[in-house]
Protein backbone atom coordinates (compact mmCIF):
# COMPACT_ATOMS: atom_id res chain seq x y z
CA UNK A 1 0.00 0.00 0.00
CA UNK A 2 2.97 2.45 1.07
CA UNK A 3 4.12 1.51 -2.95
CA UNK A 4 0.73 2.05 -4.42
CA UNK A 5 0.47 5.76 -2.43
CA UNK A 6 3.79 6.64 -3.42
CA UNK A 7 3.92 5.53 -7.24
CA UNK A 8 0.42 4.41 -8.38
CA UNK A 9 -0.71 7.88 -9.52
CA UNK A 10 2.67 9.16 -11.07
CA UNK A 11 2.46 5.82 -13.34
CA UNK A 12 -1.41 6.79 -14.01
CA UNK A 13 0.03 9.85 -15.42
CA UNK A 14 3.04 8.30 -17.10
CA UNK A 15 0.64 6.34 -19.13
CA UNK A 16 -2.13 8.86 -19.87
CA UNK A 17 0.50 11.03 -21.14
CA UNK A 18 1.84 8.37 -23.17
CA UNK A 19 -1.33 7.73 -24.58
CA UNK A 20 -1.87 10.88 -25.18
CA UNK A 21 1.40 11.55 -27.29
CA UNK A 22 0.62 8.43 -29.32
CA UNK A 23 -2.77 9.44 -30.54
CA UNK A 24 -1.40 13.17 -31.17
CA UNK A 25 2.16 12.79 -31.94
CA UNK A 26 1.36 15.20 -35.41
CA UNK A 27 -1.10 17.15 -34.24
CA UNK A 28 -0.67 21.24 -33.07
CA UNK A 29 -1.83 22.45 -30.00
CA UNK A 30 -4.71 24.80 -29.90
CA UNK A 31 -3.24 28.63 -29.19
CA UNK A 32 -6.05 29.21 -26.93
CA UNK A 33 -5.18 26.07 -24.64
CA UNK A 34 -1.54 27.18 -23.98
CA UNK A 35 -2.13 30.63 -23.62
CA UNK A 36 -4.58 29.71 -20.46
CA UNK A 37 -2.24 27.09 -19.35
CA UNK A 38 0.55 30.02 -19.19
CA UNK A 39 -1.46 31.96 -17.44
CA UNK A 40 -2.73 30.07 -14.73
CA UNK A 41 0.83 28.78 -14.58
CA UNK A 42 2.33 32.37 -13.86
CA UNK A 43 -0.70 33.13 -11.25
CA UNK A 44 -0.48 30.32 -9.52
CA UNK A 45 3.71 31.07 -9.24
CA UNK A 46 3.26 34.50 -8.75
CA UNK A 47 0.60 33.25 -5.45
CA UNK A 48 2.92 30.65 -4.20
CA UNK A 49 6.17 33.15 -3.87
CA UNK A 50 4.23 35.81 -1.94
CA UNK A 51 2.72 33.17 0.90
CA UNK A 52 5.60 30.74 0.28
CA UNK A 53 7.21 32.19 3.63
CA UNK A 54 4.13 32.73 5.41
CA UNK A 55 2.61 29.29 5.08
CA UNK A 56 5.68 27.43 5.89
CA UNK A 57 6.22 29.54 8.70
CA UNK A 58 2.99 29.73 10.41
CA UNK A 59 3.10 25.91 11.63
CA UNK A 60 -0.57 25.44 10.51
CA UNK A 61 -1.49 22.46 9.48
CA UNK A 62 -3.77 24.13 7.37
CA UNK A 63 -1.08 26.27 5.79
CA UNK A 64 1.04 23.34 5.14
CA UNK A 65 -1.94 21.80 3.25
CA UNK A 66 -2.34 25.00 1.49
CA UNK A 67 1.37 25.55 0.36
CA UNK A 68 1.10 21.50 -0.82
CA UNK A 69 -1.74 21.96 -2.58
CA UNK A 70 -0.25 25.20 -4.58
CA UNK A 71 3.13 23.15 -4.97
CA UNK A 72 1.54 20.46 -6.72
CA UNK A 73 -1.16 22.86 -8.74
CA UNK A 74 2.14 24.11 -10.15
CA UNK A 75 3.49 20.64 -11.07
CA UNK A 76 0.63 19.53 -12.62
CA UNK A 77 0.27 22.65 -15.21
CA UNK A 78 4.33 21.78 -15.83
CA UNK A 79 2.81 18.22 -16.38
CA UNK A 80 -0.29 19.35 -18.57
CA UNK A 81 1.97 22.02 -20.69
CA UNK A 82 4.89 20.03 -21.32
CA UNK A 83 2.83 16.89 -22.91
CA UNK A 84 1.03 19.28 -24.98
CA UNK A 85 4.34 20.78 -26.48
CA UNK A 86 6.03 17.31 -27.28
CA UNK A 87 4.26 16.16 -30.50
CA UNK A 88 5.00 19.60 -31.96
CA UNK A 89 9.00 19.54 -30.56
CA UNK A 90 8.98 15.87 -31.36
CA UNK A 91 7.37 16.43 -35.19
CA UNK A 92 10.11 19.66 -35.50
CA UNK A 93 12.74 18.16 -34.37
CA UNK A 94 15.60 16.60 -36.71
CA UNK A 95 16.67 13.05 -34.44
CA UNK A 96 20.14 13.52 -36.35
CA UNK A 97 20.93 17.13 -35.58
CA UNK A 98 22.32 18.97 -32.02
CA UNK A 99 18.41 20.33 -32.04
CA UNK A 100 17.16 16.90 -30.23
CA UNK A 101 18.84 18.15 -27.19
CA UNK A 102 15.98 20.30 -26.56
CA UNK A 103 13.65 17.67 -27.32
CA UNK A 104 15.00 15.36 -24.55
CA UNK A 105 15.20 18.19 -21.99
CA UNK A 106 11.59 18.39 -22.66
CA UNK A 107 11.58 15.13 -22.08
CA UNK A 108 13.12 14.95 -18.94
CA UNK A 109 10.83 18.25 -17.60
CA UNK A 110 7.57 16.05 -18.65
CA UNK A 111 9.00 13.13 -16.55
CA UNK A 112 9.95 14.78 -13.50
CA UNK A 113 6.37 16.59 -14.04
CA UNK A 114 4.83 12.99 -14.21
CA UNK A 115 6.79 11.02 -11.26
CA UNK A 116 5.48 12.45 -7.47
CA UNK A 117 8.76 11.15 -5.88
CA UNK A 118 11.33 12.32 -8.03
CA UNK A 119 10.07 16.20 -8.74
CA UNK A 120 9.22 16.17 -4.87
CA UNK A 121 13.28 15.34 -4.38
CA UNK A 122 14.31 16.76 -7.32
CA UNK A 123 12.97 19.64 -7.68
CA UNK A 124 11.14 21.30 -5.00
CA UNK A 125 13.95 21.52 -2.53
CA UNK A 126 15.95 23.67 -4.87
CA UNK A 127 14.26 27.19 -5.81
CA UNK A 128 16.86 27.86 -8.70
CA UNK A 129 15.73 24.34 -10.51
CA UNK A 130 11.92 25.53 -9.89
CA UNK A 131 13.25 29.00 -12.18
CA UNK A 132 14.69 26.99 -14.34
CA UNK A 133 11.45 24.83 -14.80
CA UNK A 134 9.57 27.85 -15.26
CA UNK A 135 11.56 29.43 -17.38
CA UNK A 136 11.83 26.17 -19.92
CA UNK A 137 8.27 26.01 -19.73
CA UNK A 138 7.09 29.19 -20.60
CA UNK A 139 9.35 29.60 -23.21
CA UNK A 140 8.67 26.21 -24.87
CA UNK A 141 5.02 26.69 -24.70
CA UNK A 142 5.13 31.00 -26.44
CA UNK A 143 7.49 29.19 -29.43
CA UNK A 144 4.77 27.35 -30.45
CA UNK A 145 2.03 29.66 -29.16
CA UNK A 146 3.06 32.88 -31.07
CA UNK A 147 3.96 30.92 -34.56
CA UNK A 148 0.20 29.75 -34.29
CA UNK A 149 -1.10 33.35 -34.61
CA UNK A 150 1.44 34.50 -37.73
CA UNK A 151 4.42 35.43 -35.86
CA UNK A 152 7.43 34.14 -37.71
CA UNK A 153 9.85 31.24 -36.03
CA UNK A 154 12.89 33.59 -35.43
CA UNK A 155 10.90 36.61 -33.78
CA UNK A 156 8.85 34.31 -31.73
CA UNK A 157 11.72 32.82 -30.26
CA UNK A 158 13.55 35.98 -29.27
CA UNK A 159 9.44 37.32 -27.76
CA UNK A 160 9.54 33.70 -25.98
CA UNK A 161 12.73 33.95 -24.45
CA UNK A 162 12.07 37.78 -23.08
CA UNK A 163 8.86 37.03 -22.09
CA UNK A 164 9.74 33.53 -19.99
CA UNK A 165 12.16 36.01 -18.05
CA UNK A 166 9.85 38.60 -17.05
CA UNK A 167 8.05 36.13 -15.83
CA UNK A 168 10.07 35.83 -12.88
CA UNK A 169 9.49 39.15 -11.70
CA UNK A 170 7.80 37.80 -8.69
CA UNK A 171 10.18 35.53 -7.65
CA UNK A 172 13.01 37.92 -8.37
CA UNK A 173 11.78 40.89 -6.41
CA UNK A 174 11.08 38.23 -3.27
CA UNK A 175 14.53 36.75 -3.37
CA UNK A 176 16.30 40.20 -3.49
CA UNK A 177 13.48 42.12 -1.39
CA UNK A 178 13.13 44.51 -3.98
CA UNK A 179 10.13 46.69 -5.42
CA UNK A 180 8.05 46.04 -8.39
CA UNK A 181 9.12 48.54 -10.60
CA UNK A 182 13.35 47.84 -9.40
CA UNK A 183 12.33 43.90 -10.24
CA UNK A 184 10.73 44.58 -13.31
CA UNK A 185 13.58 46.58 -14.82
CA UNK A 186 16.00 43.61 -13.60
CA UNK A 187 13.88 41.49 -15.48
CA UNK A 188 13.20 43.24 -18.56
CA UNK A 189 17.50 43.67 -19.15
CA UNK A 190 18.00 40.30 -18.18
CA UNK A 191 15.09 38.92 -20.92
CA UNK A 192 17.31 41.06 -23.35
CA UNK A 193 20.38 39.15 -22.62
CA UNK A 194 18.09 36.08 -22.38
CA UNK A 195 16.93 37.53 -26.48
CA UNK A 196 20.82 37.34 -27.57
CA UNK A 197 21.81 34.26 -26.06
CA UNK A 198 18.72 32.51 -27.64
CA UNK A 199 19.54 34.46 -30.97
CA UNK A 200 22.84 33.03 -30.84
CA UNK A 201 21.80 28.95 -30.45
CA UNK A 202 18.74 29.17 -32.64
CA UNK A 203 20.36 26.59 -34.43
CA UNK A 204 19.91 23.84 -31.43
CA UNK A 205 16.39 25.02 -30.86
CA UNK A 206 13.23 22.66 -33.57
CA UNK A 207 11.11 25.29 -35.48
CA UNK A 208 8.19 24.35 -33.99
CA UNK A 209 5.94 24.09 -34.99
CA UNK A 210 7.07 23.88 -38.73
CA UNK A 211 7.73 20.58 -39.44
CA UNK A 212 8.70 18.74 -42.55
CA UNK A 213 5.05 16.71 -43.39
CA UNK A 214 7.01 15.03 -46.96
CA UNK A 215 10.54 14.53 -47.99
CA UNK A 216 12.08 13.02 -51.13
CA UNK A 217 14.54 12.76 -53.68
CA UNK A 218 14.50 12.21 -57.29
CA UNK A 219 15.80 12.28 -60.86
CA UNK A 220 13.24 14.47 -62.40
CA UNK A 221 10.55 17.13 -61.50
CA UNK A 222 7.74 16.07 -63.16
CA UNK A 223 6.26 15.84 -59.19
CA UNK A 224 6.73 13.91 -55.90
CA UNK A 225 3.77 11.96 -56.59
CA UNK A 226 6.40 9.95 -59.82
CA UNK A 227 9.17 9.64 -58.47
CA UNK A 228 11.60 7.57 -59.73
CA UNK A 229 12.59 5.56 -56.59
CA UNK A 230 16.17 5.85 -55.19
CA UNK A 231 18.56 3.12 -54.48
CA UNK A 232 20.68 3.42 -50.83
CA UNK A 233 23.33 4.75 -52.68
CA UNK A 234 24.12 6.69 -55.84
CA UNK A 235 26.44 6.00 -58.85
CA UNK A 236 28.58 9.39 -59.28
CA UNK A 237 28.37 8.86 -63.29
CA UNK A 238 24.60 8.61 -63.08
CA UNK A 239 24.79 11.39 -60.82
CA UNK A 240 26.78 13.74 -62.86
CA UNK A 241 24.53 13.22 -65.78
CA UNK A 242 21.11 13.20 -64.17
CA UNK A 243 21.15 15.50 -61.37
CA UNK A 244 19.43 15.52 -58.46
CA UNK A 245 16.03 16.90 -57.00
CA UNK A 246 14.88 16.91 -53.17
CA UNK A 247 11.46 17.59 -52.79
CA UNK A 248 10.03 18.92 -49.19
CA UNK A 249 6.62 19.51 -48.06
CA UNK A 250 6.46 22.15 -45.19
CA UNK A 251 3.65 22.20 -42.85
CA UNK A 252 3.41 25.68 -40.94
CA UNK A 253 -0.04 27.09 -39.21
CA UNK A 254 -2.13 29.25 -41.23
CA UNK A 255 -1.41 33.02 -41.91
CA UNK A 256 2.22 32.22 -41.45
CA UNK A 257 4.79 32.95 -44.05
CA UNK A 258 8.03 31.47 -43.63
CA UNK A 259 11.28 32.08 -46.27
CA UNK A 260 13.27 28.63 -46.05
CA UNK A 261 16.46 27.68 -48.10
CA UNK A 262 17.76 24.05 -49.18
CA UNK A 263 21.75 23.55 -47.92
CA UNK A 264 23.32 20.93 -49.55
CA UNK A 265 26.37 19.44 -47.70
CA UNK A 266 29.12 16.72 -48.83
CA UNK A 267 30.87 14.85 -45.64
CA UNK A 268 29.36 17.85 -43.46
CA UNK A 269 30.73 20.46 -45.66
CA UNK A 270 28.57 23.19 -47.32
CA UNK A 271 28.06 22.90 -51.11
CA UNK A 272 25.31 25.08 -52.47
CA UNK A 273 22.33 27.22 -50.66
CA UNK A 274 19.10 27.39 -52.78
CA UNK A 275 16.87 29.93 -51.09
CA UNK A 276 13.02 28.66 -51.91
CA UNK A 277 9.53 30.49 -52.16
CA UNK A 278 8.58 31.31 -49.13
CA UNK A 279 6.27 28.78 -47.38
CA UNK A 280 2.71 29.41 -46.96
CA UNK A 281 0.90 28.06 -44.03
CA UNK A 282 -2.11 26.08 -43.30
CA UNK A 283 -1.78 23.47 -46.10
CA UNK A 284 -2.73 20.14 -44.84
CA UNK A 285 -0.26 18.64 -46.81
CA UNK A 286 2.34 21.48 -46.35
CA UNK A 287 3.94 23.56 -48.77
CA UNK A 288 5.30 21.58 -51.45
CA UNK A 289 9.05 23.31 -52.64
CA UNK A 290 12.05 21.60 -54.37
CA UNK A 291 15.54 22.13 -55.45
CA UNK A 292 17.25 21.11 -58.28
CA UNK A 293 21.28 20.04 -58.28
CA UNK A 294 23.28 19.09 -61.96
CA UNK A 295 26.65 20.95 -60.87
CA UNK A 296 28.48 18.65 -58.30
CA UNK A 297 31.91 19.04 -57.24
CA UNK A 298 34.85 16.40 -59.55
CA UNK A 299 35.11 14.07 -56.74
CA UNK A 300 31.48 13.86 -55.37
CA UNK A 301 31.86 11.01 -53.52
CA UNK A 302 30.55 10.13 -49.77
CA UNK A 303 27.73 11.17 -47.93
CA UNK A 304 25.42 13.90 -48.59
CA UNK A 305 22.48 15.96 -46.99
CA UNK A 306 20.22 18.62 -48.23
CA UNK A 307 19.23 20.40 -45.10
CA UNK A 308 15.83 22.36 -45.06
CA UNK A 309 16.34 25.18 -42.73
CA UNK A 310 14.58 28.62 -42.36
CA UNK A 311 16.02 31.55 -43.38
CA UNK A 312 17.49 32.38 -39.72
CA UNK A 313 18.71 28.97 -39.75
CA UNK A 314 16.52 26.79 -37.62
CA UNK A 315 16.61 23.40 -38.78
CA UNK A 316 13.22 21.71 -40.22
CA UNK A 317 14.21 18.19 -41.48
CA UNK A 318 17.07 16.70 -43.41
CA UNK A 319 17.43 14.16 -45.79
CA UNK A 320 20.34 11.71 -46.95
CA UNK A 321 22.36 9.98 -49.45
CA UNK A 322 25.62 8.41 -50.42
CA UNK A 323 27.44 8.75 -53.68
CA UNK A 324 29.51 5.81 -54.72
CA UNK A 325 31.85 4.84 -57.57
Not at 105 to 115: G, N, R
Not at 131 to 141: M, T
Not at 157 to 186: D, E, I, K, N
Request: contains cysteine; hydrophobic residues 55%; positive net charge.
Amino acid sequence: MAWVRRWAVSIASFVGGLLALFVFRRGLPHVGWIVGYLLLLWIVVAAMVQARDALAGSGRRAHRLALAAGDYTIQTLYHGIVLFLLPAYWAAATLTSRNVLFLLVLVALALLATFDPWYRSVVRPRPWLRHVFFLLSVFAALNVALPLVGVPPLPALLASAWAAVVGLTPAVCRAQRWRWHRGLAATVLAGLVAMWAVGLLRAAIPPAPLFLARAALGWGVAGVESLEPLPDSIAAGELRQRGLVAYTAIYAPAGLRQPVEHVWSQNGRVVTVVPLSPVLGGRAEGFRTWSRKTAFPPDPLGRWTVDVVTSAGQLIGRLRFRVVE
